[in-house]
Nanobody, 124 residues
Framework: QVQLVESGGGLVQAGDSLRLSCAAS????????MGWFRQAPGKDREFVAA????????EYADSVQGRFTISRDNAKNTMYLQMNSLKPEDTGVYYC?????????????????WGPGTQVTVSP
């Protein structure tokens, strides 16, 4: 059974940093594009960042460009999201997801596997 599990969320103050992890089990995702999405209270889930199978290709939402860094360690079957200079508007549940193919993608509907999410709360 394929599982993605996020960790690393928490309550921080504006300007702080957090690193989220997404551990995959049940199969390897070395040949799959992966991504991070988030859902703020009362809002739809939105794209945050994505990377291709090798980690060489990355894309970011404009709102996090320059502050967040997505990466992966295929040897550990784990993906990361380093979040710096956090803002209250970054608050939400963060989800990791994986595609069935290597190509990078922003649309949620193109992701086949999802984790349960981890809460990130940024206080002013």
């Amino acid at each position: 059974q394929v599982q993605l599990v996020e960790s690393g969320g928490g309550l921080v103050q504006a300007g702080d940093s957090l690193r989220l992890s997404c551990a995959a089990s049940g199969r390897t995702f070395t040949n799959n594009a992966m991504g991070w999405f988030r859902q703020a209270p009362g809002k739809d889930r939105e794209f945050v960042a994505a990377l291709g199978w090798s980690g060489g290709s990355t894309e970011y939402a404009d709102s996090v460009q320059g502050r967040f860094t997505i990466s992966r360690d295929n040897a550990k079957n784990t993906m990361y999201l380093q979040m710096n200079s956090l803002k209250p508007e970054d608050t939400g549940v963060y989800y990791c997801a994986a595609r069935r193919v290597p190509r990078i993608e922003r649309r949620q509907s193109n992701y086949a596997y999802w984790g349960p999410g981890t809460q990130v709360t940024v206080s002013p």
